[in-house]
């Protein structure tokens, strides 16, 4: 019989309470995360907030930010919104199923914020809705996007 982890190998004493507090420890420990430099800005039940900061690599051209990076925070944004609040299943992992992004305005030079709204939960798949705006003019909407996330 193999042992429960968490994300980052804590045996289960340790273990998160709840999909929110896993988001706080698995985000700073994903290589993928860590190498776009999204970091976790806010997170409550069935909602999450994500920073990425610009950075050259992240261009495309000059300065206008990569719609892959953009997709990146969209993706990582849906998975911490779908765990946001959820509980601990008995089998750790997650997967995005499908993600539709709409690109509606470029973002040039600018930090970005992705912002994950619950739709619905269901026994093992959310639907979450995000946007990709400016973190210096929110009102400023870079993408939008839905996406579908299996929990367990």
């Given at each position: 019989m193999s042992e429960q982890v968490t994300a980052d190998?804590?045996?289960?004493d340790n273990m998160p309470k709840n999909?929110?507090?896993l988001m706080k420890v698995f985000l700073p420990a994903s290589p993928f995360v860590q190498e776009l430099g999204v970091s976790l800005a806010?997170?409550?039940?069935?909602?999450?907030?994500?920073?990425?900061?610009?950075?050259?690599e992240l261009a495309t051209v000059?300065?206008?930010?990569?719609?892959?990076?953009?997709?990146?925070?969209?993706?990582?944004?849906?998975?911490?919104?779908?765990?946001?609040?959820?509980?601990?299943?008995?089998?750790?992992?997650g997967v995005t199923?499908?993600?539709?992004t709409e690109f509606i305005n470029p973002a040039?030079?600018?930090d970005l914020l992705g912002e994950g709204k619950l739709?619905?939960?269901g026994a093992s798949l959310c639907a979450v809705e995000m946007e990709v705006r400016s973190a210096s003019d929110q009102g400023h909407v870079i993408a939008k996007g839905l996406a579908t996330y299996k929990i367990g």
């Open positions: 190998g804590l045996p289960p999909g929110s507090e806010e997170i409550e039940d069935g909602r999450a907030v994500l920073l990425l900061p610009f950075r050259p000059g300065d206008m930010v990569h719609g892959a990076a953009i997709a990146g925070l969209m993706d990582i944004t849906a998975m911490a919104t779908s765990w946001a609040g959820a509980e601990i299943p008995e089998k750790l992992r199923v499908s993600m539709s040039h030079n600018e739709l619905r939960r």
